[in-house]
């Protein structure tokens, strides 16, 4: 491979099945050593694009036209499946969005490792490709790298398991890596530590880097060339700066606007920000006092500790109509409060007040009020929602189980809230995989405002929906908050959207509040450490210059407690 020949070329990429065209006439190149980004929206043919080159699309799919790697005589396109595997891992290595999907649960990480080393580099000899494993975990910047060699896939964090991937897939030192979606399922700070892996394991070796996703501030940090794809076709390519300052296309000005939005800071509401209750002389409508909860596990070795504190001494007051926001990474709390707040668990320590009325320790037959009047929204709406009921039974789930009667009873309702939500009244006989996954989501807010709530949680709601759905649903949420006249509890790892919903933000690091307060101040002019590295570590549009690395911008890595 020299670098004055592209490390991979794709010509006249054309992927389609049963007469139907998925993906036409795409063609790039990319040279030893660049970062390329691929962006679009779901269904836009970017994973396609990707599995084709790989020589992976589905059965069913065909691809037609031209893909070159460098050092790979002939088209690869032409290749059958035994040809293509001894590509893969060593002239061109894959990292997927979930590490769980191409890591063996049974299998020791080491093993993993050391098993693509052996099958392309049989010289090294089993003894070789084990030492060799455990160096490239180490550069993977994993902690004590020999023991995480030892564990299996299961006893590590996820970014610690994508660490594992991108350590398999640069093992041989590929001429091309592609990366698909690789940090949407990651917390801003292990985000920005994995990018920076990314970008360094590419730059040592030369490699040429596609890199696909839906975050545009993403592809800013990383990469220095974008293409945008649309419905199968790239319709503007380009340096990053100039197409997400200059967008020439329509739709990339739609996809640069929706990711600056994302990152916008709502107009303060001084009727809700900052009171400690409702109406003068009110309680609070949530209220939480030393709150902790610990939980207890069976040991099972020396190392394993027998309490886990989720919570320690947690306290603060929501008022009505305020839109509360919490943050912070995995392993934070978010979850455990979440549950705390809806009466499904139980504190080890403190107290949590609804309107005024306890919560915590009250027996669920007593908690109908709370049932009512709390409802929650999660963050995967296909998770949530029974393919096998209708969306208006869907919808009127809770209307049944507090007020008896069936379904179709309950039908005017329905529709008002299918309207409400920006459906059209036919959804109600209409199944959950027949929508979209931002429609789906709005048909989960439509059965959590069944009942006439005056909470909603909504526990990291669009974490999974790509950017210009996700600004519609965020839009959604604010303007339902205003016309039902909600208090919203909005839990995310992802300071860009909490900052467009919320006018109040609770930080939480490792069980504890570290910082609480309008969300203009907190996310401008953070005051903690913790809260100050997370914003550090969030990839900005604005603040990408082209080619940049998530280190580079990040600054200072973020806050972390010495270990106890």
């Known amino acids: ?21 998925l993906v036409r006439d795409v063609g790039f190149t990319i040279a030893p050593g660049e970062r390329v980004g691929l962006v679009g929206e779901s269904g836009s043919g970017k994973s ?17 036209g031209e893909v070159a790697l460098a050092g ?3 088209n690869l396109l032409d290749r059958d499946d035994r040809a293509m595997s001894r590509l893969r891992g060593q002239a061109m290595g894959m990292v997927f969005q979930e590490p769980m999907s191409a890591l063996n649960p049974v299998r020791r990480v080491g093993d993993q490792v050391a098993e693509v080393l052996r099958i392309h580099r049989p010289e090294l000899g089993r003894s070789g490709a084990a030492a060799r494993a455990v160096e490239l975990l180490s550069a993977a910047r994993l902690p004590d790298p020999a023991e995480a060699a030892r564990a299996y896939p299961h006893q590590l964090s996820g970014g610690q398991r994508q660490r594992v991937v991108l350590a398999i897939a640069l093992a041989n030192d590929p001429a091309v890596l592609l990366c698909d979606e690789p ?10 530590q994995v990018l920076d892996l990314i970008v360094a394991g590419t730059a040592t070796r030369g490699t040429g880097l596609l890199f696909v996703t839906h975050d545009l501030a993403v592809v800013a940090t990383v990469c220095s060339r974008v293409l945008v794809m649309r419905d199968g076709e790239l319709v503007e390519t380009g340096p990053v700066a100039e197409v997400f300052n200059r967008p020439r296309h329509p739709y990339t000005r739609a996809l640069v606007d929706a990711a600056d939005l994302s990152g916008s800071t709502p ?39 027998p309490s886990v504190p989720a919570l320690r001494d947690v306290s603060f007051d929501i008022a009505a109509g305020q839109r509360f926001g919490v943050v912070g990474e995995s392993g934070s709390g978010k979850s455990t409060l979440v549950r705390l707040l809806a009466g499904l668990d139980q504190p080890s320590a403190g107290t949590v007040h609804f309107a005024g009325r306890r919560v915590d320790g009250v027996p669920e037959r007593r908690l109908r009020f709370l049932r009512e009047d709390l409802q929650l929204v999660f963050q995967d709406p296909t998770g949530s929602l029974d393919p096998r009921m209708p969306v208006g039974e869907i919808v009127a789930e809770p209307l049944v189980a507090l007020r008896g009667r069936a379904w179709r009873t309950h039908l005017p309702r329905v529709r008002d809230l299918l309207a409400a939500v920006g459906l059209p009244a036919d959804a109600a006989d209409r199944y959950p995989h027949q929508f979209s996954g931002g429609q789906r989501q709005r048909i989960s807010l439509a059965r959590a405002l069944a009942p006439a709530p005056k909470v909603l949680v909504a526990d990291e709601p669009v974490s999974a929906l790509d950017a210009s759905v996700r600004g519609q649903v965020l839009d959604l949420l604010a303007s339902l908050a205003d016309s039902f006249g909600l208090t919203l509890v909005f839990v995310s790892h992802d300071l860009s959207v909490v900052r467009r919903v919320c006018d109040t933000v609770a930080v939480l690091h490792a069980g504890e509040l570290v910082e609480l307060g309008p969300a203009e101040r907190v996310l401008t002019r953070p005051e903690h450490p913790y809260t100050q590295g997370l914003l550090a570590a969030v990839p900005s549009m604005s603040r990408a210059p082209a080619g940049a690395t998530a280190g580079e911008l990040a600054g200072e890595r973020p806050y972390r407690e010495p270990s106890s």
């Open 1 to 21: 491979m020299t670098a004055d020949k592209p490390a991979l070329t794709v010509a006249g990429l054309r992927i389609g099945t049963g007469g139907r065209s």
């Open 48 to 64: 396609l694009t990707t599995l084709a080159v790989m020589g992976l699309l589905p059965e069913g799919l065909t691809a037609q």
């Open 72 to 74: 790979t005589p002939g």
């Open 183 to 192: 940090t949407s399922a990651l917390d801003v700070t292990v985000q920005a």
């Open 267 to 305: 107009p303060p509401r001084p009727e809700a920000a900052g009171q400690s209750g409702g109406e003068s002389g009110s309680p609070p409508m949530v209220s939480v006092s030393g709150l902790s909860r610990t939980y207890r596990r069976a040991r099972t070795s020396l190392r394993t500790p």
